[in-house]
């Protein structure tokens, strides 16, 4: 199975910063790379899929980036409403989906 | 507009089963995979399966297969999970989600998950 690794695990910010998380797999899988944002006790929404496209609605601070094994998101101008957890999940190894183990946002 | 809506939350004795149910509208129910993730209390997401609801095929994340079975109605639009067996360790809340296809090349799509339930949260205790 592929395994997805997030870094760092939680990060703490200021709102206007710029953050970048980053995202590895175990293995190659080409661009099949989604970023999800998760606000306690909601379901996660996802805001970037095959990497680098941003899902329709999602502020334009979002952006993603990496193909192969690498992979970034980037906020960019920090908002209040951005501290959340956020989650890549790979699905190369379709059916077989897997997530990172999460991002936490934190207020500095 | 696309919906998928979970049953609601449940307690449960440890060996005991439960079954979660998601409901689609919106949609033609057979054209998109669904997904099933489950999220312990203040941990991850971690993926436990796939429907094809047109077919009923599924697919287990090793870890689940032999404590989950999924299923479809398709006259009424709904996709069903079935925990057997629970212990403490399966109190999470579970999320259903719909597969979409998102960047399309000549040969592959890229898919994500581009609408979830609301989640139902499933507690096990004696």
């Known amino acids: 199975d592929i395994q997805m690794t997030q870094s760092p695990s939680s990060l703490s910010v200021s709102v206007g910063d710029r953050v970048t998380i980053t995202c590895r797999a175990s293995?190659?899988?080409?661009?099949?790379l989604n970023w999800y944002q998760q606000k306690p006790g909601k379901a996660p929404k996802v805001l970037i899929y095959a990497a680098s496209s941003l899902q329709s609605g999602v502020p334009s601070r979002f952006s993603g980036s990496g193909s192969g094994t690498d992979f970034t998101l980037t906020i960019s101008n920090l908002q209040p409403e951005d501290f959340a957890t956020y989650y890549c999940?790979?699905?190369?190894?379709?059916?077989?989906?897997?997530f990172g183990q999460g991002t936490k946002l934190e207020i500095k | 507009q696309v919906q998928l809506v979970q049953s609601g939350a449940e307690v449960k004795k440890p060996g005991a089963s439960v079954r979660i149910s998601c409901k689609a509208s919106g949609y033609t129910f057979t054209k998109y995979y669904i997904h099933w993730v489950r999220q312990a209390p203040g941990q991850g997401l971690e993926w436990m399966g796939i429907?094809?609801?047109?077919?009923?095929?599924?697919n287990y994340a090793h870890r689940f297969q032999g404590g989950v079975t999924m299923t479809r109605d398709r006259s009424t639009n709904t996709v069903y999970m079935d925990l057997s067996s629970l212990t403490s360790e399966d109190t999470a809340v579970y999320y259903c989600a719909r597969e979409s296809p998102g960047h399309c090349t000549s040969t592959s799509c890229r898919y994500y998950f581009d609408y979830w339930g609301q989640g139902t949260l499933v507690t096990v205790s004696s």
């Open positions: 999940q790979q699905s190369y190894s379709a059916p077989r989906w897997s």
């Open positions: 293995q190659s899988i080409s661009s099949h």
């Open positions: 429907i094809n609801p047109s077919a009923g095929d599924t």
